[in-house]
């Protein structure tokens, strides 16, 4: 079970790293990479919308910059250091 465990914190992590990476880039809608856009924010969303509630985005002149990804890495690093060592 622990190994379980271990192997989806470490997918998650992959998964949200993509996430952030492909939000780098403009997304035409119908395009092959949109449909995995949309499969990497469905599957991190739920996880990262109440991060973004507890502390919302840091604006900086015009943009913003959103710290929840950040504080879920951190948090995935803490659970998987505590839990797969």
Do not use: K
């Not at 993509?18 to 499969?39: K, L, Q």
């Amino acid at each position: 079970m622990r190994n379980l465990v271990c192997a989806f914190l470490t997918v998650y992590y992959v998964v949200l790293f993509a996430r952030i990476i492909i939000s780098w880039f403009p997304v035409e809608p119908g395009s092959p990479i949109a449909a995995i856009h949309r499969i990497l924010y469905d599957v991190t969303e739920p996880v990262l919308a109440p991060v973004r509630g507890l502390v919302p985005p840091v604006r900086t002149g015009p943009m913003a910059f959103d710290l929840s990804p950040i504080i879920v890495f951190i948090a995935l690093i803490i659970l998987q250091r505590a839990i797969c060592t």
